[in-house]
């Protein structure tokens, strides 16, 4: 179920208690979300991702790394992820929501009752993204439904950078070629591999390769 939530919400109940890990790219963001957390009784904080039902992740914005950081927590550590943002450009919601995010919070909105309130949502399988946000996102997928031209690939489907490497692997490029041609790390070529891979539950490269062909991509 997804949701949207006004940066402020009603006290949540203290009968349960979710397992939550802060992740944050400097010291001051983390200790800031830990402290926000820590006045709740429904958190119960840890250090280990691996063993948490819901990761925190902050970020400022989200390049590639930033991206790279919530496909691991979802995928290897398996937790759910609350993402805290400071922006979010219009091409990077769908990568966002295809890479598992559970809750989305601005990081201008992250009060206490905020972020609690989105960790529990996360924590019971459920979608909380900031009304705004929640406005795009349907914007966008009406728009992918009506076949929009201005916005390739859709949630069963290759983006438009998924269909720039699927192209170059299909013309017997390797990883580091395809990062030049691209301007692209060669990090980057092997998580837009792997995330399309994973998403469309293809087997290999060459299965991906077959896929774009017969959906008209390539």
């Given at each position: ?118 960790v529990l949502t996360a924590a019971e399988g459920g ?14 997928v009406g728009r992918l439904h009506r076949g929009g ?15 720039d490497v699927v192209r170059l692997v299909a013309e ?47």
């Amino acid at each position: 179920m997804l949701s949207s939530h006004p940066a402020a919400t009603a006290s949540v109940p203290t009968a349960r208690r979710v397992r939550v890990a802060v992740t944050a790219p400097d010291p001051i963001s983390r200790e800031g979300v830990l402290s926000q957390l820590r006045r709740h009784p429904e958190v119960d904080l840890g250090e280990d991702a691996g063993s948490a039902a819901v990761a925190v992740l902050v970020e400022d914005v989200l390049d590639e790394a930033a991206l790279a950081r919530l496909r691991r927590l979802v995928r290897s550590e398996g937790a759910r992820v609350v993402l805290v943002v400071g922006t979010i450009r219009e091409n990077e919601l769908l990568d966002v929501i295809e890479c598992g995010a559970g809750a989305i919070v601005w990081r201008r909105e992250a009060t206490a009752h905020r972020l609690v309130q989105a960790v529990l949502t996360a924590a019971e399988g459920g979608g909380d993204l900031p009304a705004d946000l929640l406005g795009r996102l349907i914007s966008q997928v009406g728009r992918l439904h009506r076949g929009g031209a201005d916005q390739p690939g859709s949630f069963l489907g290759l983006t438009s950078r998924e269909v720039d490497v699927v192209r170059l692997v299909a013309e017997g490029c390797d990883t580091s070629e395809i990062a030049t041609k691209l301007s692209y790390s060669e990090r980057t070529v092997k998580n837009v591999m792997h995330g399309l891979t994973t998403r469309l539950h293809l087997r290999n490269r060459s299965h991906a390769v077959a896929y774009a062909l017969r959906e008209g991509y390539i």
